[in-house]
C-alpha cells in the first residue's frame, strides 16, 4: 500500500482559486511529489474557493473534468448547461471532446467552498461536448464516470470513477488496482486507519467508514465495463 498525504505537499492555485495537486500524471508534466494516475485518470487537486472566488473563463478540449463539491456550491457559467448551480454532495462531469468547451466557475458565498478537481482523457479523439450531473446517494458508490459507449448515464472509458457519501461502519469493496481518496472522515483501508486528505493506491479495496458522511473517490480499471451503481 502507498499513501501520500495532502498536508505534505504544496498548496498553490490560480486566480480565486487555492488548491494541492496530488495527481499530476507525467502525461501533463507531473513531478516528483505527485503521483501519476491510473489508466485515463490523470489530475486529482483538492480545492477550495475563496469567497466570491472564481477561475475565470478558460476553455479545455480532448479533456473530461469532473468536479465533486464537498461543501458550499459553485456556480457554474458556461458554453454547456450555463447557469447551473453545483452544492455538497453534487458532482458534474464535462467532456471536451473535439468540440472543446469553455467554463467559469464561480464561488457564490462570503465563505470558502471545497471541491475535488478530477481530469481524465477521453480513451477516443474528437468527441462531441457532453455534460452529465449526478446526486450522491448516501451509503451508495455511485458511477460519475466510465463505462461502455452503449449506455449514456455516463462517459464512456474503461477507466471508472466512483463517489461515495458513506455512513460510520459503512463498507466498500472492490477487485483489482485501485486509486482511492479520502475526505471529510476517516476510516480503515485494507488494515490501515485513513483520514481526510489520504490518497491511497493499493490492489483490491476493503474500506470501512469511521465516521459519518465520509466521501470516499475511487478510481479503478473494468475492462467489461459493467456499470455497478448509478
Known amino acids: 500500500m502507498q499513501i501520500l498525504r495532502r498536508d505534505s505537499l504544496h498548496r498553490g492555485g490560480f486566480a480565486g482559486l487555492r488548491e494541492t495537486r496530488l495527481i499530476v500524471d507525467n502525461k501533463i508534466g507531473g513531478k516528483n511529489d505527485t ?15 475563496l469567497p466570491q472566488g472564481e477561475t475565470h473563463m478558460h476553455p479545455h478540449r480532448e479533456l473530461d ?22 452544492q455538497a454532495n453534487q458532482v458534474q462531469a464535462q467532456r471536451a471532446g473535439g468540440e472543446g468547451f469553455v467554463h467559469n466557475e464561480i464561488n457564490p458565498d462570503l465563505d470558502e467552498n471545497r471541491m475535488l478537481q478530477i481530469w481524465a482523457l477521453p480513451e477516443t479523439a474528437g468527441e462531441p461536448a457532453s455534460y452529465k450531473f449526478y446526486d450522491l446517494k448516501k451509503d451508495k458508490m455511485v458511477r460519475v464516470y466510465g463505462g461502455n459507449k452503449s449506455q449514456n448515464v455516463t462517459l464512456d472509458s474503461h477507466t471508472i470513477i466512483e463517489v461515495g457519501l458513506l455512513s460510520k461502519n459503512n463498507n466498500v469493496t472492490q477487485e483489482g488496482e485501485f486509486i482511492a481518496y479520502i475526505t471529510c472522515g476517516e476510516g480503515i483501508l485494507n488494515g490501515v486507519e485513513v483520514k481526510d486528505g489520504d490518497l491511497v493506491r493499493d490492489e483490491d479495496l ?6 459519518d458522511d465520509v466521501h470516499l473517490s475511487l478510481i479503478y480499471l473494468n475492462t467489461v465495463n459493467e456499470q455497478r451503481s448509478i
Open 65 to 86: 473534468v469532473i468536479t465533486v463539491m464537498l461543501e458550499g456550491r459553485i456556480e457554474h457559467q458556461g458554453s454547456m448547461e450555463n447557469g447551473k448551480s453545483m
Open 35 to 49: 503521483w501519476n494516475g491510473l489508466g485515463s485518470f490523470i489530475y486529482l487537486a483538492d480545492a477550495r474557493f
Open 206 to 211: 476493503d474500506f470501512t467508514a469511521l465516521s
